[in-house]
């Protein structure tokens, strides 16, 4: 099992689809392509949802413009739907537990 997420980003957009998402084009980091662990100390596993927080997100909370979020589907014993956590990785690539729930989210 791969615990580990990689992040590649590719327009293959055609023209029509294009024009639709262009303007969130600026928001996405400049540099796509980071290799991190979002397995948190409680070992929650497979990532599932990812967000990026972006350009002109206030600076001056808990998230910073350029970081994404990963929430963790599974716990540690791979139990689908039960995982916890949401781990916060950095433009720079540190991780963090950004949050963790008592109950499965």
Same mark, same amino acid.
């Given at each position: 099992m791969n615990?580990?997420?990689s992040i590649a980003l590719a327009c293959s957009l055609g023209a029509g689809l294009f024009a639709q998402y262009e303007p969130l084009l600026p928001q996405l980091p400049s540099n796509p392509s980071i290799t991190v662990s979002t397995v948190p100390?409680?070992?929650?596993q497979n990532?599932?949802?990812i967000a990026f927080v972006p350009v002109g997100f206030p600076k001056d909370g808990a998230v910073q413009p350029g970081d994404l979020l990963v929430s963790n589907f599974n716990n540690s014993g791979n139990l689908q739907g039960t995982g916890t956590t949401i781990t916060r990785i =950095? @433009?720079?690539g540190s =991780? @963090?537990?950004f949050s963790q729930s008592p109950k499965p989210a």
């Open positions: 615990r580990y997420l100390a409680n070992g929650d990532p599932y949802g =950095t @433009s720079a =991780t @963090s537990t």
